[in-house]
Structures are given as C-alpha cells and as structure tokens.
C-alpha cells in the first residue's frame, strides 16, 4: 500500500528523470537535535524518506527490566499530534517516512503494551510499515502469537507489519549465537506460520553477517524472495553489531546488491546506520547525515546498475 503523498514525490522524481527510494533512521539526529530538526536535516541530505525511530516512546531500563518515566511527546497523550507534525515537516521539505520501528525488546510485557501505539504513530507519519521484533528467544509459533494479536490492528490502519532477523551473545565463544530468525530457515518459518501479507521481512543486513548466527545477507535475501520489503543497512567487522556506515568496515556489498536484483526487490534502501552519527555534535551533524546518504546513494546506484 502506497500512500498519497509517497506516489505524488514518485511521479514528480520519476518526470526528473530520477526516482531513488533511499531512507534512514533518525534515532541519534533526534536525540542531538530533537524530531522536527532530524526530519529537516534528513531532507537537506537527500534521502528520500525517513524512517520513525520510536524508541522513545518508552525508555527501557536493561538491567531491572522495568520501564522509566519518561515525559516524551511520543509518550504522552498527543503522541499522534506529535506523528502528524513530523509528517508534516517532511512533506513541507519533499520527503515521506517510509517505515517505522517500534520500541524493544519484545520479550518485555511492558513493551508491548506500546506496539499498538507504534502502529498508530506510522500511520499517523504516513509510513507503510512498523518493524517489530520478534521474541528472540521464542519458536515461530510462539511468536506468531503476538503478531496474530497485532494483525488485526494493523490491517484497520494500513500498516504493514516487519519482524526481523535477531541475535543473542554467547560470552564463552564471543560472539554472536541463535536468535529467533537468524538464520535463513528460521526467518522463513517465522514469516510462514502466520501467512498473512502484512506480516513481512526486514532484513537486517549486520545482523545477517555477524559470525556466529546469522546465514550471510546474500543467502538471506534469496531465501526469503517476496516476503522480504524492508531492509537495515549498516556495516559492521562481520562479528560485532557496530551499526556503521556502509564500505567503512568489513561486509561485502556487492554479493547482497545482486541478490536484491535476483529476487526483484521493490523495497526502500534503509540505513541504521546511526551509530556513525555519534561523533557529530548539533553544529555539524549534517555533515554526518549527508556522509550518510552519500553511502545508501551508492548501494542504491550499484543496485540500479545490477
């Protein structure tokens, strides 16, 4: 399902000769400068989406596993006032948000209390999809329970519905070990218990290629052919989940690129990527953003010239 204003910025591309479908996550942007900045700056730096990071919605403390207060607009009353005026911000500036992801992990009750409110949030900004994260330390069907519970939802407000490929650490080995829908057949199995179209795949591409857990991205992208609509793209040194820009570290791109090509992917060229950001200050983060676009530009081109 495409939105209005999504297929308005598509044509108008489309007569210039040039249509790009790039994003990222505006989660550190945000907290250097705040929302509406993060949505302007996503804009200046040519990407033609951005992607709602509502992970402030509910602030998670790790060690207790209770939530903290939190006195965030996504958090209180307005919330969906709050969604609008983003979407607002990055029509005024040629941009829609392409997709969200919704506060984790989802092994936490309180948590998931929030993943309708998620839903709500990307429709309201005007996204297609609402990355949630499946439990990971729980079988296909034992998460194809919470997006059963969610389905319905999200069908009343258009939202698709991603789960994603996990990881856990095994301290004695050092390095990452199975989580739900990390590898190839447990990412297809989790998509095909529920066997429904707003539940898709977001593959997240670091994840894919840290030793230890995942099947490799190119083998990923392949296995999982239509069902895969959303990508997390980021680099890492093939062991650790760095969440760097792209070509700064160790994954090899190109054999990934010609898998998207092989199965047709129609999907948004997203970057998670923030990790990248933390080095940049609210002066010159811009920079940083643009560095950025200037990476999911070339993965985009590389695609286009498969």
Request: some cysteine; hydrophobic content about 40%; aromatic content about 10%.
């Amino acid at each position: 399902m495409e939105n209005t204003e999504y297929n308005d910025l598509r044509k108008n591309r489309i007569k210039r000769g040039r249509f790009m479908k790039t994003s990222t996550q505006i989660e550190i942007a945000s907290i250097i400068v705040g929302e509406e900045k993060a949505v302007e700056y996503v804009a200046k730096a040519g990407f033609d989406a951005w992607d709602f990071s509502l992970f402030a919605m509910c602030k998670y403390d790790w060690k207790t596993g209770t939530l903290l207060e939190n006195n965030h607009p996504l958090a209180g009353n307005n919330y969906l006032a709050f969604a609008r005026r983003l979407k607002k911000i990055g029509l005024d500036n040629g941009i829609v948000c392409n997709q969200s992801h919704a506060p984790f992990p989802s092994s936490s009750p309180e948590i998931r209390s929030y993943f309708k409110r998620a839903i709500e949030c990307t429709a309201e900004a005007g996204g297609e999809i609402c990355v949630i994260h499946p439990d990971n330390n729980k079988s296909a069907a034992e998460n194809a329970e919470m997006y059963f519970e969610l389905l319905p939802f999200a069908k009343e407000h258009n939202v698709k519905i991603a789960t994603e490929n996990m990881w856990n650490w095994d301290n004695e080995k050092d390095e990452s070990a199975f989580a739900a829908c990390a590898t190839s057949e447990s990412f297809v199995e989790h998509i095909d218990a529920v066997k429904d179209d707003f539940l898709v795949a977001c593959l997240d591409i670091g994840h894919a290629e840290m030793r230890g857990s995942g099947s490799g991205a190119a083998n990923m992208v392949r296995a999982l052919g239509h069902r895969l609509q959303a990508l997390h793209i980021h680099d890492n040194d093939k062991w650790h989940d760095s969440h760097q820009i792209p070509f700064s570290m160790s994954i090899d791109y190109e054999p990934i690129i010609k898998a998207l090509k092989d199965i047709d992917y129609k999907g948004w060229f997203t970057l998670e990527a923030d990790n990248y950001l933390r080095k940049f200050n609210a002066d010159n983060i811009l920079d940083g953003m643009k560095d950025l676009h200037a990476a999911v530009k070339r993965l985009a081109d590389m695609f286009e010239n498969a």
